[in-house]
C-alpha cells in the first residue's frame, strides 16, 4: 500500500503503534468493528469512482481530517497534544487494512479527556466568569477557526475559552435574553454537551474515524454505524414524519441544506436552506432545547416527530447579520405526499413592448418523481414527472401560449429515469445522459424513438438548488440548444451512490458519475446558464463546490447529437437586454442589493467583544437593509419607511379587506420568474424579426 517509504521505518513505526496496549483507554474497538475497517478500506479501494490508494498520502490526510472533525474549531487540543498524534501520520495505511484502529481510539480518549475536562471547568467557573466580564473592554474574537493556530499551551486555550464564552453571551445580551437568564442559558447548553460526552461508546468513535477516511474519496462516501443504519435516508431527509428538510453539520451548528419539495417546512414557507437551528422544541409551548455542539443525528431525533404534531425551530436566518439575530417557526410535521410534488403550471401575460402581451405557459417542477407501485402493478394511470408534465403541455397549448417557461428551481432531483423521459418531451430523439461506472465503462441513457415532441419555445429556469436529476435535464437542453438556460448556476452534484452491506453497518459509496452528451460532467460546476441571475444562495454555503473533498469537474467522449437551434448568436443580444431591463426594476434591484448586503455579513471572520460597538455594528446593517427597502419602496411610489417597526408595514389585505373564507392572497411577485419570461418573449420576437427579414417577399 504505501510506496517509496525505507523499509525500516515503516516497521518501527508500525510496530509501535500495533503494539499499543487498550489497557488504559475508556473507549475500545471490537473484533466486529476490526473486520469492518478491513472490509471498509478494501470496498473503497477497489468501488469507488476516484480510485485513491489508501496509501501515506492518504494516511496523512486522515489523520488531519480526523482531527479536524473531532476539533475543527481549535478549542480543546493544544499544540502538545496535535504534536504526539504524529506518530500516527504514516502508518494508519498498514494498521486499518488489518483491523488495527488503535490510532482514531487513542486520539478520541485523549480528545474526550480534554472535552470533559473543559466542559466540567467552564460549568464550574461560569457564573464567576460572567459576573467579570467587561463588555466595555475593546477586544476582538475570531469567529472563523481558520484564523486560529494551536493554543501554545492551556493559559492560552483558557484566554481561548474566556473569549468564546464572553461572545456568546454577547450574543445572548444583543438577542435580548433576560440578564438573569444568560448564564442559566449557557450553563444548560455546556452540561447538556457534557451528559452527551459521556455517552459516546465504540460506534460513535469508530464512525467518526472511518468518515474521516471515507469523506477524503468524497462528501458522498460516508460510513453509517448501526445506529445511523435504523435511521438512514439519504442525506438526514426529513421528509418521513418530519418537516422535509436535508440537514448537515457545520462547525457546533445545524445548517439547513435544502428542503424537500412540497414537503411541511418548503410549504410553512420561513424555513430557508443555509438557516442553522440552534434550538428545538416540541409543541407550541414546549421548552427551547439548545442544541449547539450537539451530533446531527440526535438534533434529527428531535425535530421528528409523529404526523399532526408540531415542532418549533429557533434558527439563525442565512441572510442574518450576525448570530444574535434569531427567528422562531413553527412547523406542523407531516409526509410528502406524491401528488404534492406534482408539477402544476400557469400562464403568464408578458408585455411584448407594443402595449401588447404575449401569454408564456409556466411548469414547476418540484421533483423528479414516479409511482414505481404503481407502475409494477399496471396501472395505466400511475403518476410520474413525464405523464403529467406531457398533460400540462397539452393544456398550455390549448391556452394559446406561445411559448414556455420549465422552472426546476429547487428541484433536489429524483429518478434519473423521469428525468430522461421529461427531455423526450422536447427532443424528437436522442441520448440524455452518459453514466461512467468506477470500471471506465460509460453506459449512455436517452430517448430511443422517434416521436412527437413540443417545439415551441423554451426557456429553463434554475438555481443554486437545482440538483442531479433537474441538472441532467437543463443540461441536455442546453446541449441540444433546445432552449435557453437561465437562472443561477446549479447545485453540481453530478455523483452516483450504491449501499454496501458491513459487517457492522453499511457504507454509501460513490461508484459512478453524470456526464451530459456533451461529455462535460455536471459534478462540481454544475450547469451554468446562458444568462445568469443574481444568487440567492452564496456558493461557499450551498452547492457541490461548498463541500470538502468534492470530485472535479472533468470531461469524456462527447456524443453526436442533433442541435435544434443555433442560439448562439442570440445569447448577447438577450444578455444585453435581460441588462438594460433589470437595471430600471425596483424588484430586481431589491434583490441584487439584499444578495449584496449578505455577502458582506458572510465575509465577518473576527467580532467585537465590546457591546457598544456591536450594537452600533448591528444598527448600521439594520440601516443598510433599512436603506435598501426604502431604496425599492420609493421607485415603486410607495412611502418609505421610518424603521422596520414602522406601523407602515402592515399585511396587503388589512382588516377591512380581508380576503373573503376559503380564498388566498395572491403571490408576491416572483421577480425571477418573470424575467425568465421577458427572455422567452425577448427570443420569440428576434426570431419573428429575423423570420420577417428573410421570409420571400410577397409577389
Given at each position: ?410 428541484n433536489g432531483g429524483g429518478s434519473l429515469q423521469e428525468a430522461n423521459e421529461l427531455t423526450g418531451l422536447f427532443i424528437e430523439y436522442g441520448p440524455t445522459v452518459q453514466i461512467r461506472h468506477s470500471s471506465r465503462r460509460v453506459w449512455r441513457d436517452g430517448k430511443r424513438m422517434r416521436t412527437a415532441y413540443y417545439d415551441g419555445p423554451l426557456v429553463v429556469l434554475i438555481n443554486r438548488l437545482s440538483a442531479s436529476a433537474s441538472e441532467i435535464f437543463a443540461g441536455a437542453i442546453q446541449d441540444y440548444e433546445r432552449g435557453i438556460i437561465v437562472g443561477d448556476r446549479s447545485f453540481g452534484k453530478g455523483t452516483v451512490q450504491t449501499l454496501v452491506p458491513l459487517t457492522e453497518g453499511q457504507l454509501k459509496i460513490t ?189
Amino acid at each position: 500500500m504505501s510506496a517509496n517509504r525505507p523499509w525500516l521505518r515503516t516497521g518501527l513505526a508500525l510496530a509501535t503503534l500495533l503494539a499499543t496496549a487498550p489497557v488504559a483507554a475508556k473507549i475500545w474497538y471490537t473484533d466486529s468493528q476490526s473486520e469492518t475497517a478491513a472490509e471498509l478500506v478494501e470496498q473503497l479501494e477497489e468501488r469507488h469512482y476516484a480510485k485513491l490508494e489508501y496509501d501515506d498520502e492518504l494516511s496523512s490526510s486522515h489523520l488531519d481530517n480526523y482531527i479536524e472533525s473531532l476539533d475543527g474549531g481549535k478549542m480543546f487540543f493544544t499544540r502538545a497534544d496535535i504534536e504526539s498524534f504524529e506518530q500516527y501520520r504514516y502508518v494508519m495505511d498498514e494498521a486499518l487494512p488489518r483491523g488495527r484502529l488503535d490510532a482514531g481510539f487513542e486520539i478520541f480518549n485523549r480528545f474526550e479527556d480534554r472535552l470533559t475536562t473543559r466542559l466540567e471547568q467552564v460549568v464550574e467557573t461560569l457564573p464567576a466568569l460572567y459576573a467579570a466580564m467587561d463588555f466595555s473592554r475593546d477586544e476582538t474574537y475570531a469567529v472563523d477557526p481558520e484564523l486560529r493556530d494551536w493554543a501554545g499551551d492551556d493559559a492560552a486555550l483558557d484566554e481561548r475559552w474566556r473569549k468564546h464564552l464572553k461572545n456568546q453571551a454577547l450574543s445572548l445580551r444583543l438577542a435580548d435574553k433576560d440578564e438573569d437568564d444568560i448564564v442559566d442559558t449557557l450553563l444548560k447548553r455546556y452540561r447538556t454537551q457534557l451528559t452527551r460526552v459521556r455517552q459516546y461508546n465504540a460506534q460513535d468513535v469508530f464512525q467518526l474515524y472511518a468518515n474521516a477516511l471515507t469523506e477524503l474519496y468524497d462528501p458522498h462516501t460516508n460510513y453509517f454505524s448501526p445506529r445511523r443504519k435504523e435511521n438512514f435516508d439519504i442525506n438526514m431527509s426529513l421528509s418521513l414524519e418530519g418537516i422535509g428538510a436535508v440537514l448537515q453539520l457545520e462547525d457546533e451548528y445545524t445548517k439547513v441544506s435544502r428542503l424537500v419539495a412540497a414537503g411541511p417546512a418548503d410549504k410553512q414557507g420561513e424555513l430557508k436552506p443555509a438557516d442553522r437551528i440552534i434550538g428545538v422544541g416540541q409543541g407550541d409551548s414546549g421548552p427551547m432545547v439548545d442544541v449547539i455542539g450537539w451530533r446531527l443525528d440526535e438534533v434529527v431525533d428531535l425535530i421528528r416527530g409523529p404526523k399532526g404534531t408540531t415542532v418549533r425551530l429557533n434558527v439563525i436566518p442565512a441572510d442574518a447579520a450576525s448570530t444574535e439575530v434569531h427567528k422562531e417557526i413553527q412547523i406542523v410535521r407531516n409526509t410528502v405526499k406524491l401528488e404534492e410534488q406534482s408539477a402544476h403550471s400557469r400562464v403568464l401575460e408578458v408585455p411584448a413592448g407594443d402595449d401588447s402581451t404575449i401569454k408564456v405557459g409556466v411548469i414547476d417542477i418540484p421533483a423528479f418523481y414516479i409511482d414505481f407501485e404503481a407502475m409494477r402493478r399496471g396501472d395505466d394511470d400511475y403518476k410520474s414527472t413525464t405523464r403529467d408534465v406531457r398533460r400540462l403541455l397539452d393544456e398550455l397549448e390549448s391556452e394559446g401560449v406561445e411559448g414556455i417557461v420549465v422552472d426546476l428551481r429547487n428541484n433536489g432531483g429524483g429518478s434519473l429515469q423521469e428525468a430522461n423521459e421529461l427531455t423526450g418531451l422536447f427532443i424528437e430523439y436522442g441520448p440524455t445522459v452518459q453514466i461512467r461506472h468506477s470500471s471506465r465503462r460509460v453506459w449512455r441513457d436517452g430517448k430511443r424513438m422517434r416521436t412527437a415532441y413540443y417545439d415551441g419555445p423554451l426557456v429553463v429556469l434554475i438555481n443554486r438548488l437545482s440538483a442531479s436529476a433537474s441538472e441532467i435535464f437543463a443540461g441536455a437542453i442546453q446541449d441540444y440548444e433546445r432552449g435557453i438556460i437561465v437562472g443561477d448556476r446549479s447545485f453540481g452534484k453530478g455523483t452516483v451512490q450504491t449501499l454496501v452491506p458491513l459487517t457492522e453497518g453499511q457504507l454509501k459509496i460513490t461508484e459512478s458519475k453524470f456526464y451530459r452528451i456533451s461529455g462535460d460532467s455536471t459534478q462540481h460546476r454544475g450547469v451554468v446558464p446562458d444568462i445568469t441571475f443574481p444568487s440567492l444562495y452564496d456558493p461557499e454555503d450551498i452547492g457541490e463546490s461548498s463541500l470538502e473533498h468534492a470530485l472535479s469537474w472533468d470531461q469524456i467522449n462527447p456524443v453526436r447529437h442533433r442541435r435544434y437551434g443555433d442560439l448562439d448568436p442570440l445569447i448577447p443580444e438577450l444578455s444585453a437586454l435581460f441588462q438594460e431591463r433589470s437595471a430600471s426594476d425596483p424588484d430586481f434591484n431589491f434583490l441584487v442589493d439584499r444578495v449584496a448586503l449578505a455577502d458582506e455579513n458572510d465575509d465577518i471572520q473576527v467580532v467585537s467583544l465590546n457591546e457598544e460597538t456591536r450594537r452600533a455594528e448591528r444598527e448600521a446593517r439594520e440601516a443598510r437593509a433599512l436603506a435598501i427597502e426604502n431604496k425599492r419602496r420609493q421607485a415603486l411610489g410607495e412611502e418609505p419607511l421610518a424603521s422596520f417597526d414602522d406601523e407602515a408595514v402592515e399585511d396587503e389585505v388589512g382588516e377591512d379587506e380581508a380576503a373573503p373564507d376559503g380564498e388566498e392572497e395572491e403571490d408576491e411577485a416572483d421577480v425571477l420568474l418573470s424575467e425568465a419570461g421577458n427572455i422567452l418573449v425577448d427570443a420569440l420576437l428576434m426570431r419573428k424579426q429575423a423570420y420577417a427579414i428573410h421570409s420571400p417577399e410577397e409577389e
